[in-house]
């Protein structure tokens, strides 16, 4: 699994790809001199950049509940106890469906990366 930095870097990569065949294709008058391979094109990043965006989502979602987690657990003072075992359990259960759908997310992307390398998309 891609870690939080290197999905940041990813995200910006491709941003910067997007901004520059924006760029390329830019007249003076600011409208866009655009073929339709070049539209598929833009198209085709817009939907990876969202697709990667949610990805990341994702991740900073995960580790914050990990991080909360991390925290509930180490507050096991008097009472308090059993109602913090119960928070950092229930954290747990969503800690793990959030990392059973990134890593689905990884092969979905793996997937598309794949087919976008063979000319399938």
């Known amino acids: ?5 290197e999905r ?10 997007l901004e520059a ?15 339709p391979e070049d539209l598929a094109e833009a198209r085709a990043r817009t939907d990876e950049l969202k697709r990667l965006t949610g990805a990341w989502e994702q991740a900073r979602e995960l580790d914050e509940i990990a991080r909360r987690t991390d925290e509930l657990k180490t507050l096991t003072a ?3 106890q059993e109602e913090l075992g119960k928070i950092a359990r229930k954290n747990d259960e969503e800690l793990e469906r959030l990392r059973r759908a990134r890593e689905l997310e990884d092969r979905e992307l793996a997937v598309a990366a794949r087919e976008k390398r063979l000319g399938r998309r």
């Open 1 to 5: 699994m891609a870690t939080m930095q």
């Open 8 to 17: 940041v870097q990813e995200l910006d990569a491709k941003r910067d790809e």
């Open 21 to 35: 065949l924006f760029k390329k294709h830019e007249r003076p008058d600011g409208t866009f001199d655009m073929t």
């Open 78 to 80: 008097g009472g308090e």
